[in-house]
């Protein structure tokens, strides 16, 4: 099964230095792969998200870094230590990536059908609250 691609998308990874780009591809690949019928949008203008049954997760390219933010409300389990910020972040927590790393695919692609997972099951907000983790 294949997906469908935003141009929009492609525009906003395209701007991108060479390094940033390899980047965002192989998460738009993974994410994808994850769940083919997984959408792409553009949200907050020019940000690109990844929506199923709500955010899944987005990308922003800073100067220094790519920043994958995982909207799981902090509740899906980290035990390779992949997040690097938003810890006390009750919508997104931060995959940050270096020019130079490797974008850690097996431990984002796992985080990454656990939220799908749960917004499957009525998303985030829903499960804490039925957890008491409000």
Known sequence: MTWTEDPRIDQYIDALPDWQQ??????????????????????RRVQPYFVLEGNICALLAAKTHV?????DGAIVPD?????TGGHDNKTA?????????SLPERPLAE????????????GWRKL???????
């Not at 920043?67 to 909207?71: A, C, D, E, T, W």
């Not at 985080?111 to 009525?122: S, T």
């Not at 804490?128 to 409000?134: A, C, N, P, S, Y």
Request: aromatic residues 4%.
């Open 93 to 101: 927590r931060t995959v940050a990536v270096r020019e130079g790393e």
């Open 22 to 43: 390899e980047i965002c591809h192989q998460v738009r690949e993974l994410v994808h792969n994850v769940d083919p019928e997984v959408e792409e949008t553009i949200k």
């Open 128 to 134: 804490k609250k039925e957890r008491g983790l409000d």
């Open 67 to 71: 920043n994958v933010f995982l909207y």
């Open 79 to 83: 035990p390779e230590g992949i997040i």
């Open 111 to 122: 985080m990454v059908r656990q939220i799908i997972a749960n917004n499957r099951a009525g």
